[in-house]
């Protein structure tokens, strides 16, 4: 039997209008014979407001109310959505996500998905019902409403999807996800089909289509995710296990403005000073990039790494207390560097994708800091001027 989780965020139902567009084409499928499960976000910006509201009854509001007054959100897009369906002729059926027996482990605001139950949403498709899911949201073992973090019902989505076994549709603003944010290139073309792994290091590296957790559980559980325009009928981006490699090396370019570049210079030339560095950024949760460390020929040693700019106050702190056991270190903060990462599963089995960008780079003198490379990925630092001549460089000699 066929079955589809279609999924509408905020912005696709932020009016009573939209939501009609967005029935209609829910409608279309069922007419075509498939069963529907529909999971909604809040409408527009509600989730934001709701926030907004915590934050004036409360200077510290806690987390377990806060859950209760998120979850209200989803509960009136579901409602209203339904409420058209049915007017519409078409028998539907709205669930919390308690209803829709979505069971939730971990802390309030940021629960994950432990299990579903989805007999209940079997036994409504199986009486031809549209069935409509509250997306964010679901229950934990103690009976209390909890939500899944921001950005949360993707995963229900996908969560949904793969209990049902079937494929999970994302209908969102954007007509599907591109290899290169056409903002920094704007001749950049769409994916038809982008390999979890690829997606999961681009999500990681910066793009931010869809919520990263959504993309490890359709990896898990081998979910075919389909990110596509709620306005149009465009095709859309298939994210899947496999994509048929006639494609090139170079799936995509992901740039991450959120770093800084941390440099250490005239340090003593021995481990355990390189130790005690990298555990005092562990002790403070720091999550260090790119590392690189060396020999100087006067006998000293340099260690540069990169680290989120969310850490900065962190890593500042950390760095003081380095300085005072080492006076003599030179100890610098660059903000102002990006990170721009090549990705390609293509990488795995086609050989001088380095080299050839080593090349693009001395040809036209972009001088970057720091190289790292994955398995599918080859990531540089460099100065924030260079991003966009790096970007569209690199773009031109892939073709992407
Ligand atoms: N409404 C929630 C949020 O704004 C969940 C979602 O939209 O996916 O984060
Ligand atoms: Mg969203």
């Not at 919390?96 to 979505?102: E, V, Y």
């Amino acid at each position: 039997m066929n079955r589809v989780v279609m999924k509408f965020g905020g912005s696709s139902v932020a009016t009573i209008e939209k939501m009609k567009a967005v029935s209609n084409r829910v409608i279309t499928r069922k007419n075509q014979g498939e069963d529907v499960v529909v999971v909604v976000s809040a409408m527009g910006k509600t989730t934001n407001q709701l926030l907004e509201l915590a934050a004036q009854a409360s200077r510290n509001p806690s987390k377990r109310e806060i859950d209760l007054l998120l979850s209200t959100g989803e509960q009136v897009s579901v409602s209203l959505i339904t409420m058209i369906f049915n007017d519409l002729g078409y028998p539907a059926i709205g669930l919390t996500g308690q209803q829709a027996g979505i069971k939730t482990v971990g802390l309030h605001t940021k629960n994950k998905i432990d299990d579903i139950d989805p007999s209940k949403i079997i036994k409504h498709l199986s009486d031809g019902k549209i069935v409509v899911v509250a997306g964010f949201q679901g229950i934990n073992e103690e009976g209390d409403i909890t939500t899944l973090g921001r950005g949360g019902s993707d995963t229900t989505a996908v969560a949904l999807a793969a209990k049902l076994d079937c494929n999970a549709e994302i209908y969102t603003d954007v007509s599907g996800i591109y290899g290169v944010d056409p903002r920094l290139y704007p001749n950049a073309s769409q994916l038809s089909a982008i390999t979890y792994e690829e997606m999961k290091e681009m999500a990681f590296l910066g793009a931010k289509v869809m919520e990263p957790r959504s993309i490890e559980i359709g990896h898990r559980f081998n979910v075919n995710i389909l990110v596509a325009s709620a306005h149009s009928d465009e095709p859309g981006t298939w994210i899947k296990e496999n994509v048929p490699m006639e494609h090139k090396s170079i799936t995509g370019i992901s740039v991450s403005e959120n770093v800084i570049l941390v440099s250490l210079h005239h340090l003593p030339p021995k481990a355990k000073v390189v130790a005690d560095l990298f555990i005092k950024l562990a002790q403070s949760e720091i999550n260090v990039d790119i590392i690189s460390q060396n020999m100087t020929p006067q006998g000293t040693m340099d260690i540069a790494f990169t680290a989120s700019m969310d850490d900065m106050a962190t890593v500042h702190a950390v760095l003081d207390s380095i300085q005072i056991t080492h006076p003599q270190a030179h100890i610098t903060i660059d903000p102002d560097i990006v990170k721009v990462s090549v990705v390609g599963s293509g990488m795995r089995t086609q050989s001088g994708v380095a080299a050839k960008l080593f090349e693009l780079f001395s040809q036209n003198d972009i001088d970057f800091k720091l190289v790292t490379t994955s398995e599918i990925s080859i990531s540089y630092t460099m100065d924030k001027s260079l991003k966009t001549k790096a970007v569209s460089l690199i773009a031109e000699a892939f073709n992407l």
